[in-house]
Structures are given as C-alpha cells and as structure tokens.
C-alpha cells in the first residue's frame, strides 16, 4: 500500500507562486511514477506533470509548460510541483498520485494511488 500527502496549496495572486508538495509512504519503487493532476469545479480531472522516481525524465501539459517544474527528493519520497506566473485559470483542486509501473501516462485512470488533494486559488 501506498499514501500520498499534498501540502503547499493556498491563496495567490495571478502572476504569483507556490510550492506544491507530494509525501509518499508505505512500498515505492525507483520505477514507479510520480504525478500532478488538477480538477476545477464542473471540470474533468486532467493531467499536470510527470516524473519518475528515477528522474530521468518529466512531462508537463502544454497549459503549464514553462511555468511549473516538478522534481523530487527521493531520500524523503517527496515530489514537489513548483508553480510560477500563476493564472486565475490554474484555479483548482491539485492532486498528487502513483502509477505503480514503468510507463508514462496522462490519464487519471492509469494511476493506482491518489492523495487527498490540496486547493490552490489564484485572483485575478
């Protein structure tokens, strides 16, 4: 069993930042990966950011490129989900989750565990 904890989200302004935070426990392996989704009222969860344990490689939406950057701690199995230049669209629940395999996949579906979720809110 896996258990996921956000922390980080809050109140921001349109143009400001904020640190997202991901703390896994229980079984992780170097392969598993890593993830960032977000849901908004009356919107279908989607698909933010990537990254594997290992590091090798991260993936973004083209909503979000350049402006967040994921990586991780693997000694504190922590992933963390740095958000820049911030817009009152980015308004949403964001959600921390698993895919216990090797692949790379951006539909919620695909991942295995899920945390509780962390709102993040941006004002125009």
């Known amino acids: 069993q896996v258990q996921l904890a956000e922390s980080g989200g809050g109140l921001v302004q349109a143009g400001g930042s904020l640190r997202l935070s991901c703390a896994a426990s229980g079984r992780t392996f170097i392969t598993d990966v890593m993830a960032w989704f977000r849901q908004a009222p009356g919107k279908e969860r989607e698909f933010v950011s990537a990254i594997r344990w290992s590091g090798a490689s991260t993936y973004y939406a083209d909503s979000v490129k350049g402006r967040f950057t994921i990586s991780r701690d693997v000694a504190k199995t922590t992933v963390y989900l740095q958000m820049n230049s911030l817009k009152p669209e980015d308004t949403a629940v964001y959600y921390c989750?698993?895919?216990?395999?090797?692949?790379?996949?951006?539909?919620?579906?695909?991942?295995?565990?899920w945390g509780q979720g962390t709102q993040v809110t941006v004002s125009p």
């Open positions: 989750a698993l895919n216990a395999g090797i692949s790379v996949h951006r539909e919620p579906s695909e991942y295995d565990y």
